[in-house]
């Protein structure tokens, strides 16, 4: 009989998970909105547990994997009044809207924080 390592047991399921999280990992660390350098990591936990006769043990196996975040999104709110009169937090904007970039298209008018107030 050829001796065989845990991880080949449960007809290779527990080697397939590593394998899974370590596709998760890969496309963690080629993702353009995480952090290039931040670490990421395996974890294969293997529990053990026999019986009262020590006869059979019964294995469970989790592998989880921890990835880096997605990088924060910036942007600016500048506070103003509306044409009511009423308080507004606009999406701040490169330019000033309608002004023409140097690449010929025109800035958008900005995003307006749609404010609720108890009545």
């Known amino acids: 009989m ?9 007809m290779g399921a527990i080697k397939e998970k590593v394998d899974y999280e370590m596709s998760k990992i890969i496309d963690n ?18 529990s ?3 019986d009262d006769e020590r006869k059979q043990i019964f294995v469970n196996a989790v592998a989880k994997s921890k990835l880096e975040p997605t ?3 910036a942007t600016a709110l500048y ?3 509306d044409e ?5 937090a606009v999406e701040m ?6 002004q023409t970039r140097m690449n010929g298209e025109e800035q958008e008018e900005p995003n307006v ?7």
């Open 2 to 10: 050829e001796k065989q390592s845990i991880i080949d047991m449960a």
């Open 29 to 46: 660390i080629l993702d353009i909105n995480t952090k290039a350098t931040g670490k990421r990591a395996l974890t294969l936990t293997i």
């Open 48 to 50: 053990l547990q026999p």
């Open 71 to 73: 990088n924060p999104i």
């Open 79 to 81: 506070i103003t009044g």
């Open 84 to 88: 009511n009169g009423e308080i507004a």
């Open 93 to 98: 904007t490169p330019q000033i809207p309608g």
């Open 113 to 119: 924080l749609r404010l609720i107030k108890n009545v």
